[in-house]
């Protein structure tokens, strides 16, 4: 490229129509901005595009139209350069200005206010829009301002050689570098950034730039520093919008101060979401939760006290309001804000039937192991239903030391259920849940079924013997997944999930984050 | 349900773990204030924060009250006569130690005398409303199971909570230290254990394995005398030559001998010394460095003898049981600082630095459980002892510093374990104080104790200047030592309370553990006088310190 550059015949100026004889260079500095700002232009529009295909779903409609609606922009910003005049170096500067930032601030900007705005589509495409116009206008502007450096024929050839070289170096690098290892947020800011350095770039090589170049500066520098403090702190913006992670729409979103929860809903169903991880889908979590409650409930039809750790959902306690025979429900929950928004949410009570506020529920917001360590009472069950065991803090809640705690809060006779991940998926997590309960002097009985949100999904039941009988009691009526039949099938395990030796989860080995790392690992990353 | 996770992998790689909630009080501010001042790019720090916002202040031993001992004629004259059997001058886990045993033998009539507010020496410690935190020792390894008295008291206080079929001691869940354990940074990398196992050469990996191998062959080697050649206390360990001519060479020395040149094994040799003896490998002595290493043979039914037992208090909690299991009295903040021999005993003339008091106590006996340098002084005047000059003792000053901090910004890697260090760094790294709470992380504050054995300089000298740095010169130092574990972490830091031992523990440098000198100076003198603690070990460990107290207490029983 250099050589090219290099000829005589292209660096000196066919008239003396333009600014005072320039370095011959400059023209040649010009059609290396003409790459650069193609790279960028493709860049944002594969930014929105990527992003409109994260947020709204669809990838297929929504490329097809954030690519539409941009070029339909780019048209408007050519039409419209026809209105510029005057000094068109000037204009061109001020141009790359507005680009960088616009462009720049496009993918943070659409990423944070998607939780805030009514209607986000309406803010994409006025987004899309704008920078389609800027990124539409530096082509034609830049072409009028080589027009008497080059003859005509060359002027267009090399202008689109530039422009199509850095779509070509875009599409490439988007995918493969700028994606995995910057980000969407860095990389439109990275490319903000490469917009204002044309800026700075022109504005310090060409001499009829003097008049205005101290005040461009500062605001070139000042833009510069707005990138890099948002490129520095990307990763902070991103810890606390969680948007990007849901394919549906986002009806609900809190952080409180032990997790963000987040509803999503699309025509079929409602999803619930904490720290980013489905907690449930409307559609299929009456199999869970049938699953999690009634095999332990047959078991022990004289039971009245229950426990329910966790669960915060209401959903375990709508099925235990099943058996009229129970006295008192308590449920211990860390987090206030999940629980209330299960008692009041018109959407969730729906779907929980009002469990939370019934008059034999209490609610209790704790720490479960602090509580139970400190509790008192007895249960004739005890249903645990906390998340996976993704970190050590909640690995302390599947610890030996956890259930031993806990089997001295259960009544003579009583017994417990733990909701136990995957035995397809993570194997070794479920296997390592059970020989747990066994270490804490228990007896289990591990059992499974297929949640088609979750997967097929597994649960041990523990109890001071072996004597558990699925047919000891009548299950309640009108129940949609849980049958005597099936809780016989759920007993059985196909050789893929079959008992594997595990260690015991001690809090000071804390083995289940270990086997739950290796188990989860090669679906997540 | 990860469903939705290798999407936020692919938007955002390294997210970082700051709590939200931190981030939105701190992390807010500071870009706000990033924007305003100027482009800050990855990788530059942020120029000089201010560390206004810390609130903490500056502690340690009663060294002012210590050092009258070297002016006693500044003390007012005793007002008031005292009588007891036995006098125990020092209440660090040597004294408790000694005091628990003889009331345990029935020997009831003792009086111990503390020249700090708290009893417990290095296993000291302190609390806010955030935590309880060590200002000292803060762990035990789990005990070869023939230490028995060692496995009694920890029956007793709780941390041992039975037997299994098999004989081995089961210990508490929630005092064995709680998974993660250790992590190391490396070029900005959390790496799990503290062996540095990341970005090794084929030949230091080799070199790493083969001392690993070695301490293996030497945790099992037994001497022609039938002992343990390393043993906890290591009074136990055997005498035969092989093992013990290793006590007259460096371990420096003997690694270089030996062919372990390996930079990454030798750093972490190297902290060890460090962190156990507050002197580096060149200081130490080669037997004092295996042993280290080689005496580690706890065995538990629920852990291993890598494993530790830790409470947030740190051996406070141990120091906290000892002194409750003798009712006998013991006064704090009082210092002895006259001994003469008389008829009937011992006489020590002590002064309550809080009262402003001087009494003269009479006893049968004293036992001076304090480091040897004060007992030197304070037998000045009495003949028979066999006491080495303070110079003889190499006693690394050290800073302690616990840190109040709101989030802890996360780099990659393992996540924060219960000791955190970095390779290459000048203190001895972090510990989480929070590490056994049971209850559910919520990104709230947590309390972090960094150590600092000051070691640059000799001892006098790094004492001398220790005692000479205030509390605005250390807190820069320490604010900039925790930036290289976790860039950025000033904003989040709310306390940082900074404690200094002027005499942190004794260093096993060559010759003190098995020349004769170590024998001959814990002798008692004329039965009347008896002396208990680690300096006479020559390693300050909680265990050698029991043992300490336990082999002084006995002397005293056989003599009465």
Same mark, same amino acid.
């Given at each position: 490229?250099?050589?090219?550059?290099?000829?005589?015949?292209?660096?000196?100026?066919?008239?003396?129509?333009?600014?005072?004889?320039?370095?011959?260079?400059?023209?040649?500095?010009?059609?290396?901005?003409?790459?650069?700002?193609?790279?960028?232009?493709?860049?944002?529009?594969?930014?929105?595009?990527?992003?409109?295909?994260?947020?709204?779903?669809?990838?297929?409609?929504?490329?097809?139209?954030?690519?539409?609606?941009?070029?339909?922009?780019?048209?408007?910003?050519?039409?419209?350069?026809?209105?510029?005049?005057?000094?068109?170096?000037?204009?061109?500067?001020?141009?790359?200005?507005?680009?960088?930032?616009?462009?720049?601030?496009?993918?943070?900007?659409?990423?944070?206010?998607?939780?805030?705005?009514?209607?986000?589509?309406?803010?994409?495409?006025?987004?899309?829009?704008?920078?389609?116009?800027?990124?539409?206008?530096?082509?034609?502007?830049?072409?009028?301002?080589?027009?008497?450096?080059?003859?005509?024929?060359?002027?267009?050839?090399?202008?689109?050689?530039?422009?199509?070289?850095?779509?070509?170096?875009?599409?490439?690098?988007?995918?493969?570098?700028?994606?995995?290892?910057?980000?969407?947020?860095?990389?439109?800011?990275?490319?903000?950034?490469?917009?204002?350095?044309?800026?700075?770039?022109?504005?310090?090589?060409?001499?009829?730039?003097?008049?205005?170049?101290?005040?461009?500066?500062?605001?070139?520098?000042?833009?510069?520093?707005?990138?890099?403090?948002?490129?520095?702190?990307?990763?902070?913006?991103?810890?606390?919008?969680?948007?990007?992670?849901?394919?549906?729409?986002?009806?609900?979103?809190?952080?409180?101060?032990?997790?963000?929860?987040?509803?999503?809903?699309?025509?079929?169903?409602?999803?619930?979401?904490?720290?980013?991880?489905?907690?449930?889908?409307?559609?299929?979590?009456?199999?869970?939760?049938?699953?999690?409650?009634?095999?332990?409930?047959?078991?022990?039809?004289?039971?009245?006290?229950?426990?329910?750790?966790?669960?915060?959902?209401?959903?375990?306690?709508?099925?235990?309001?099943?058996?009229?025979?129970?006295?008192?429900?308590?449920?211990?929950?860390?987090?206030?804000? *999940?629980?209330?928004?299960?008692?009041?949410?018109?959407?969730?009570?729906?779907?929980?039937?009002?469990?939370?506020?019934?008059?034999?529920?209490?609610?209790?917001?704790?720490?479960?192991?602090?509580?139970?360590?400190?509790?008192?009472?007895?249960?004739?069950?005890?249903?645990?239903?906390?998340?996976?065991?993704?970190?050590?803090?909640?690995?302390?809640?599947?610890?030996?030391?956890?259930?031993?705690?806990?089997?001295?809060?259960?009544?003579?006779?009583?017994?417990?259920?733990?909701?136990?991940?995957?035995?397809?998926?993570?194997?070794?997590?479920?296997?390592?849940?059970?020989?747990?309960?066994?270490?804490?002097?228990?007896?289990?009985?591990?059992?499974?079924?297929?949640?088609?949100?979750?997967?097929?999904?597994?649960?041990?039941?523990?109890?001071?013997?072996?004597?558990?009988?699925?047919?000891?009691?009548?299950?309640?009526?009108?129940?949609?997944?849980?049958?005597?039949?099936?809780?016989?099938?759920?007993?059985?395990?196909?050789?893929? *999930?079959?008992?594997?030796?595990?260690?015991?989860?001690?809090?000071?080995?804390?083995?289940?984050?270990?086997?739950?790392?290796?188990?989860?690992?090669?679906?997540?990353? | 349900?990860?469903?939705?996770?290798?999407?936020?992998?692919?938007?955002?790689?390294?997210?970082?773990?700051?709590?939200?909630?931190?981030?939105?009080?701190?992390?807010?501010?500071?870009?706000?204030?990033?924007?305003?001042?100027?482009?800050?790019?990855?990788?530059?720090?942020?120029?000089?924060?201010?560390?206004? /916002?810390?609130?903490?202040?500056?502690?340690?031993?009663?060294?002012?009250?210590?050092?009258?001992?070297?002016?006693?004629?500044?003390?007012?004259?005793?007002?008031?006569?005292?009588?007891?059997?036995?006098?125990?001058?020092?209440?660090?886990?040597?004294?408790?130690?000694?005091?628990?045993?003889?009331? @345990?033998?029935?020997?009831?009539?003792?009086?111990?005398?503390?020249?700090?507010?708290?009893?417990?020496?290095?296993?000291?410690?302190?609390?806010?409303?955030?935590?309880?935190? =060590?200002?000292?020792?803060?762990?035990? =390894?789990?005990?070869?199971?023939?230490?028995?008295?060692?496995?009694?008291?920890?029956?007793?206080?709780?941390?041992?909570?039975?037997?299994?079929?098999?004989?081995?001691?089961?210990?508490?869940?929630?005092?064995?230290?709680?998974?993660?354990?250790?992590?190391?940074?490396?070029?900005?990398?959390?790496?799990?254990?503290?062996?540095?196992?990341?970005?090794?050469?084929?030949?230091?990996?080799?070199?790493?394995?083969?001392?690993?191998?070695?301490?293996?062959?030497?945790?099992?080697?037994?001497? @022609?005398?039938?002992?343990?050649?390393?043993?906890?206390?290591?009074?136990?360990?055997?005498?035969?030559?092989?093992?013990?001519?290793?006590? @007259?060479?460096?371990?420096?020395?003997?690694?270089?001998?030996?062919?372990?040149?390996?930079?990454?094994?030798?750093?972490?040799?190297?902290?060890?010394?460090?962190?156990?003896?507050?002197?580096?490998?060149?200081?130490?002595?080669?037997?004092?460095?295996?042993?280290?290493?080689?005496?580690?043979?706890?065995?538990? /039914?629920?852990?291993?003898?890598?494993?530790?037992?830790?409470?947030?208090?740190?051996?406070?909690?141990?120091?906290?049981?000892? $002194?409750?299991?003798?009712?006998?009295?013991?006064?704090?903040?009082?210092?002895?600082?006259?001994?003469?021999?008389?008829?009937?005993?011992?006489?020590?003339?002590?002064?309550?630095?809080?009262?402003?008091?001087?009494?003269?106590?009479?006893?049968?006996?004293?036992?001076?459980?304090?480091?040897?340098?004060?007992?030197?002084?304070?037998?000045?005047?009495?003949?028979?002892?066999?006491?080495? =000059?303070?110079?003889?003792?190499?006693?690394?000053?050290?800073?302690?510093?616990?840190?109040?901090?709101?989030?802890?910004?996360?780099?990659?890697?393992?996540?924060?374990?219960?000791?955190?260090?970095?390779?290459?760094?000048?203190?001895?790294?972090?510990?989480?104080?929070?590490?056994?709470?049971?209850?559910?992380?919520?990104?709230?504050? $947590?309390?972090?104790?960094?150590?600092?054995?000051?070691?640059?300089?000799?001892?006098?000298?790094?004492?001398?200047?220790?005692?000479?740095?205030?509390?605005?010169?250390?807190?820069?130092?320490?604010?900039?030592?925790?930036?290289?574990? /976790?860039?950025?972490?000033?904003?989040?830091?709310?306390?940082?309370?900074?404690?200094?031992?002027?005499?942190?523990?004794?260093?096993?440098?060559?010759?003190?553990?098995?020349?004769?000198?170590?024998?001959?100076?814990?002798?008692?003198?004329?039965?009347?006088?008896?002396?208990?603690?680690?300096?006479?070990?020559?390693?300050?460990?909680?265990?050698?310190?029991?043992?300490?107290?336990?082999?002084?207490?006995?002397?005293?029983?056989?003599?009465?």
């Amino acid at each position: 490229m250099a050589e090219l550059l290099d000829e005589p015949a292209l660096g000196a100026p066919v008239t003396d129509a333009g600014a005072p004889a320039a370095d011959a260079r400059l023209p040649g500095l010009l059609l290396v901005a003409v790459a650069v700002i193609a790279t960028c232009g493709l860049i944002y529009e594969l930014i929105a595009g990527t992003l409109a295909s994260y947020l709204l779903g669809d990838s297929v409609t929504q490329f097809s139209t954030i690519i539409g609606a941009y070029l339909f922009a780019m048209g408007i910003g050519s039409w419209l350069s026809k209105f510029l005049d005057g000094p068109l170096l000037k204009w061109f500067i001020r141009l790359e200005i507005l680009v960088g930032i616009v462009g720049g601030c496009m993918a943070p900007l659409l990423f944070l206010l998607f939780e805030y705005v009514t209607s986000f589509r309406l803010l994409l495409y006025a987004l899309v829009g704008l920078t389609g116009v800027l990124v539409g206008l530096e082509i034609p502007l830049l072409m009028r301002i080589l027009e008497h450096r080059f003859p005509f024929k060359d002027l267009v050839a090399r202008v689109f050689t530039f422009d199509y070289v850095g779509a070509l170096l875009a599409s490439l690098i988007f995918p493969l570098v700028l994606v995995p290892h910057l980000g969407l947020i860095r990389t439109s800011l990275l490319f903000g950034a490469l917009n204002l350095v044309v800026a700075s770039v022109v504005l310090a090589r060409f001499a009829e730039t003097r008049p205005y170049r101290r005040r461009f500066a500062g605001g070139i520098g000042a833009a510069l520093a707005g990138l890099g403090a948002l490129f520095y702190f990307a990763n902070d913006l991103l810890a606390h919008t969680e948007t990007l992670a849901f394919q549906d729409q986002v009806i609900y979103s809190k952080s409180t101060p032990y997790q963000r929860i987040v509803l999503t809903r699309n025509p079929r169903e409602l999803r619930l979401f904490l720290n980013g991880n489905l907690q449930f889908s409307s559609l299929d979590e009456y199999r869970y939760h049938e699953a999690l409650v009634h095999p332990l409930m047959q078991a022990l039809p004289s039971a009245r006290r229950v426990l329910v750790l966790g669960g915060g959902d209401g959903l375990a306690v709508r099925e235990l309001l099943k058996y009229k025979q129970l006295t008192s429900i308590r449920l211990v929950d860390l987090d206030p804000g *999940m629980t209330q928004l299960f008692r009041h949410s018109p959407l969730l009570l729906a779907l929980n039937k009002g469990a939370l506020n019934d008059p034999k529920v209490q609610v209790i917001s704790a720490d479960a192991y602090q509580w139970v360590r400190a509790d008192t009472a007895r249960y004739d069950a005890v249903i645990v239903d906390f998340p996976d065991p993704s970190n050590y803090s909640i690995g302390k809640l599947y610890s030996a030391a956890f259930y031993t705690a806990l089997t001295k809060r259960l009544a003579p006779g009583g017994r417990l259920v733990v909701q136990s991940t995957s035995p397809y998926l993570a194997r070794q997590s479920f296997w390592c849940v059970a020989h747990t309960l066994q270490a804490a002097g228990l007896h289990v009985v591990p059992y499974h079924l297929y949640v088609p949100s979750f997967g097929e999904w597994g649960y041990v039941l523990a109890g001071p013997d072996a004597q558990w009988r699925g047919d000891a009691g009548p299950l309640p009526a009108g129940l949609r997944y849980v049958t005597a039949g099936t809780i016989h099938d759920m007993l059985r395990f196909p050789p893929d *999930m079959a008992e594997v030796p595990t260690e015991v989860n001690q809090l000071n080995n804390q083995a289940l984050v270990r086997y739950f790392e290796e188990d989860w690992g090669p679906y997540v990353h | 349900m990860p469903l939705s996770k290798p999407w936020r992998k692919l938007l955002f790689p390294a997210l970082m773990d700051v709590s939200r909630r931190s981030f939105l009080v701190r992390g807010g501010a500071t870009l706000a204030g990033a924007a305003l001042v100027g482009p800050l790019l990855p990788g530059c720090a942020p120029a000089a924060a201010s560390l206004a /916002h810390i609130q903490g202040q500056l502690l340690g031993p009663n060294a002012a009250a210590g050092h009258l001992l070297r002016d006693p004629g500044k003390i007012p004259a005793p007002t008031r006569t005292v009588d007891t059997d036995v006098l125990i001058v020092g209440g660090g886990v040597a004294g408790l130690s000694a005091r628990r045993w003889l009331h @345990r033998h029935g020997l009831t009539d003792t009086l111990l005398v503390e020249l700090d507010g708290q009893a417990g020496g290095n296993a000291s410690a302190g609390h806010n409303p955030t935590s309880a935190y =060590p200002w000292g020792a803060h762990y035990l =390894p789990v005990p070869d199971v023939r230490n028995r008295e060692l496995l009694d008291f920890l029956q007793e206080t709780g941390s041992l909570t039975g037997y299994a079929p098999s004989g081995l001691p089961i210990y508490s869940d929630y005092h064995l230290c709680a998974a993660p354990d250790e992590r190391l940074s490396i070029s900005g990398h959390w790496q799990d254990g503290l062996v540095p196992a990341v970005g090794l050469s084929a030949e230091e990996q080799a070199q790493t394995a083969r001392f690993f191998q070695l301490i293996e062959r030497l945790k099992t080697a037994v001497g @022609r005398d039938g002992r343990d050649a390393f043993r906890i206390p290591l009074d136990a360990s055997s005498a035969d030559e092989t093992y013990r001519r290793l006590d @007259r060479i460096s371990f420096a020395d003997y690694l270089s001998q030996e062919g372990y040149s390996a930079a990454p094994l030798r750093w972490y040799l190297d902290y060890a010394c460090r962190d156990d003896y507050g002197a580096p490998a060149a200081q130490v002595s080669a037997w004092a460095g295996l042993h280290y290493f080689a005496c580690r043979k706890g065995r538990a /039914h629920n852990a291993t003898g890598g494993d530790v037992l830790t409470w947030p208090e740190g051996n406070h909690f141990l120091a906290g049981h000892l $002194r409750r299991q003798a009712p006998t009295p013991l006064q704090t903040n009082t210092l002895a600082y006259d001994l003469r021999e008389t008829a009937a005993g011992v006489e020590v003339l002590t002064y309550d630095t809080a009262a402003r008091q001087s009494t003269r106590v009479r006893a049968r006996r004293v036992l001076l459980a304090t480091p040897a340098h004060v007992a030197r002084r304070l037998l000045a005047a009495v003949p028979g002892h066999a006491l080495p =000059p303070a110079a003889a003792f190499h006693h690394a000053p050290w800073l302690v510093a616990n840190l109040t901090v709101s989030g802890l910004p996360q780099g990659p890697g393992r996540p924060l374990s219960w000791d955190n260090v970095r390779y290459g760094s000048a203190s001895l790294g972090y510990i989480n104080a929070n590490q056994q709470d049971i209850s559910q992380d919520t990104g709230g504050p $947590r309390v972090v104790t960094l150590y600092w054995p000051l070691t640059d300089e000799a001892p006098d000298l790094a004492r001398r200047h220790a005692y000479q740095t205030s509390y605005a010169q250390w807190l820069p130092r320490v604010v900039a030592e925790l930036e290289t574990y /976790h860039p950025g972490v000033t904003p989040y830091l709310q306390r940082a309370d900074l404690w200094v031992w002027g005499h942190g523990m004794v260093a096993p440098t060559p010759g003190l553990l098995w020349g004769p000198g170590r024998a001959a100076a814990q002798q008692p003198v004329r039965g009347r006088i008896f002396f208990a603690h680690t300096d006479f070990s020559g390693i300050s460990i909680f265990e050698e310190a029991f043992y300490q107290g336990i082999r002084a207490a006995r002397e005293m029983l056989g003599a009465a």
